[in-house]
């Protein structure tokens, strides 16, 4: 089953927004290791951004798409949820 629908820019954003937030603080570690002064810094403010920025994204394609292709926006908003969640696991994983 093809889903034409994932191909548009509504449907990809937010999927993109959740891979860069999975994948930017763990980058940022490898790179530069831990922050000794135990400050946030810029990979996590980065990540809070990318995770706020779904919401509008995943909004503006329900909008746009949920009475057009009813079926097909439910596949990919279980897709965007899904990514969305995976994002932020991480987050209540590590937590201290």
């Given at each position: ?29 490898a790179v530069f ?64």
């Open positions: 089953m093809t889903l034409p629908l994932l191909k548009s820019l509504s449907a990809l954003l937010p999927l993109g927004l959740a891979a860069a937030a999975l994948t930017l603080p763990w980058i940022a570690l290791g831990p922050d000794p002064t135990g400050d946030e810094g810029i990979a996590a403010h980065l990540f809070q951004l990318f995770m706020v920025a779904q919401v509008p994204c995943i909004v503006f394609f329900l909008a746009k798409w949920a009475i057009r292709e009813p079926k097909q926006t439910a596949i990919v908003f279980a897709l965007q949820v899904t990514a969305f969640i995976a994002a932020a696991v991480p987050v209540f994983i590590l937590d201290k």
